[in-house]
C-alpha cells in the first residue's frame, strides 16, 4: 500500500509498505483511510527529531473499516474517527485522572499512523476511542475528532466558572478550537495574536474580541479595557517560550494559566508570582476517551464550528503542507488519501 514514509532531511517520501493484515493481530479493525489531519506536533515530531527515518505519522484519521474482527458493534462499511491512545483506567495515573500520563496509553496506538492507505486499530482502541461519523458531518469535520478533545480536556482541567473570562495566546487551528470550546462551555473569550489575519478570523469563529499584538504594551492596554483585572484562565497555544511570560503579565491575581504547547526555548517559572499572586500553571496533554466523546457530540450538534480551518492536499503533496503550515500561510492541513 503507499504511505508517506519520513525519510532523510526530515521529507517525506511516498513509498510502498506491507498493507496492515488483520491475521497478524487476531482482533480489531482494519481501516481503508479516507484522510487525515496535519496535527503541530506531527511537525514538531519531524522537526526535533523524535520521529525517525522509516516513520508513518498522522493520529486524526477519518477512515471507512473494511475488515473486522470485533465484540463491539461495529461493521464493515462504517465510516469512523479515532483517538490513537487508549489508557488503562487502572494504574495510579488513570486513578489521578491524568489518563494521558498513564504507560499503557503512551503505549499503545494505531499501525502505521495515518499517512497511509490503510490503518490497524486494536480491539480496545474500538471500544473506547473509535466513533461512528454521523451522515450529517464531513470526512473534514470528523477529522477534528482528536485535535478537538485535546481542547476539551484543557477547558475542562482550567475549572473556569461560568461566563468568565479567557484568553488564547495564539490564534492557529488549536487557539480558535481552543476560543470555540471556551465558548461552548459557557464563557467569554478573548484572543492574541502577531498576524492580524488570525486575529480577525477569531472573530469570525465566534471569539468576542480578539487583539493584534504588534506593541505589547499597546495590547495591554486594550486588553485592560476588556479585563480590567486581568484574564481569568490564559492558554498558551502559541509554541513561543515568550507567552508564558506574557501570561503572567495578563493573567488576574488567582487565574489560571493552562500550558497547551511545546516551545524550544524553555524560560523559568516566575516562583513570586505564581506564590504571591495565587497563580495556577497546569499542563494539558491528550484527551481521554471521555473528551472524545464530548468532542463528537459538539461537532454533531454544530456547537464548535471547524469548517473553513482546513486545506486539503494529497498524500503526494503532504511535505508542501508542512511547508505551508510551518509558513503560517494555511491554518490547517487535511491529507486526503
Ligand atoms: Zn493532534
Ligand atoms: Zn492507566
Avoid at 493484515?21 to 503541530?40: P, R, T
Avoid at 498513564?102 to 497511509?116: D, L, S, V, Y
Amino acid at each position: 500500500m503507499k504511505a508517506a514514509v519520513l525519510g532523510n532531511d526530515n521529507f517525506f517520501v511516498i513509498g510502498d509498505m506491507p498493507k496492515p493484515m488483520l491475521d497478524e493481530y487476531g482482533e480489531g479493525a482494519i481501516l481503508k483511510v479516507i484522510g487525515c489531519g496535519l496535527c503541530g506536533s506531527d511537525i514538531v515530531k519531524i522537526r526535533s527529531g523524535i520521529a525517525k527515518v522509516g516513520d508513518v505519522l498522522g493520529h486524526e484519521v477519518v477512515g471507512e473499516i473494511v475488515e473486522i474482527n470485533s465484540k463491539t458493534n461495529f461493521e464493515v462499511g462504517d465510516k469512523v474517527a479515532l483517538g490513537h491512545h487508549v489508557p488503562c483506567f487502572n494504574c495510579q495515573y488513570c486513578w489521578g485522572g491524568n489518563y494521558s500520563m498513564c504507560r499503557h496509553f503512551k503505549a499503545t496506538n494505531i499501525r502505521p499512523g495515518g499517512f497511509a492507505e490503510y490503518i490497524y486499530v486494536s480491539e480496545e482502541h474500538l471500544h473506547n476511542t473509535v466513533f461512528a461519523v454521523n451522515s450529517n458531518i464531513s470526512e473534514i469535520e470528523a477529522s477534528f475528532l482528536e485535535p478537538l478533545a485535546c481542547c476539551i480536556r484543557a477547558v475542562k482541567r482550567s475549572r473556569m466558572y461560568d461566563n468568565s473570562k479567557s484568553l488564547i495566546l495564539g490564534l492557529g487551528s488549536i487557539g480558535i478550537l481552543m476560543g470555540e470550546t471556551v465558548k461552548a462551555f459557557g464563557n467569554q473569550v478573548f484572543g492574541c495574536d502577531l498576524l492580524y489575519e488570525r486575529v480577525c478570523l477569531s472573530e469570525k469563529f465566534g471569539f468576542d474580541k480578539s487583539f493584534h499584538m504588534q506593541d505589547e504594551q499597546v495590547a495591554m492596554a486594550e486588553m485592560k479595557k476588556v479585563a480590567p483585572l486581568g484574564f481569568d484562565t490564559v492558554f498558551l497555544t502559541a509554541g513561543a517560550s515568550q507567552t508564558l511570560d506574557f501570561a503572567t503579565k495578563v493573567a488576574r491575581d488567582g487565574a489560571t494559566i493552562v500550558v497547551f504547547s511545546s516551545v524550544k526555548d524553555e524560560n523559568g517559572f516566575k516562583n513570586n508570582d505564581i506564590y504571591y499572586r495565587e497563580l495556577t500553571v497546569l499542563g494539558s496533554y491528550s484527551p481521554s476517551p471521555m473528551d472524545l466523546e464530548d468532542s463528537m457530540r459538539l461537532i454533531e450538534e454544530g456547537r464548535v464550528n471547524v469548517v473553513g480551518l482546513s486545506s486539503v492536499y494529497s498524500l503526494e503533496n503532504i511535505n508542501e503542507a508542512i511547508e505551508d503550515t510551518t509558513s503560517n500561510k494555511i491554518m490547517k492541513a487535511y491529507i486526503k488519501l
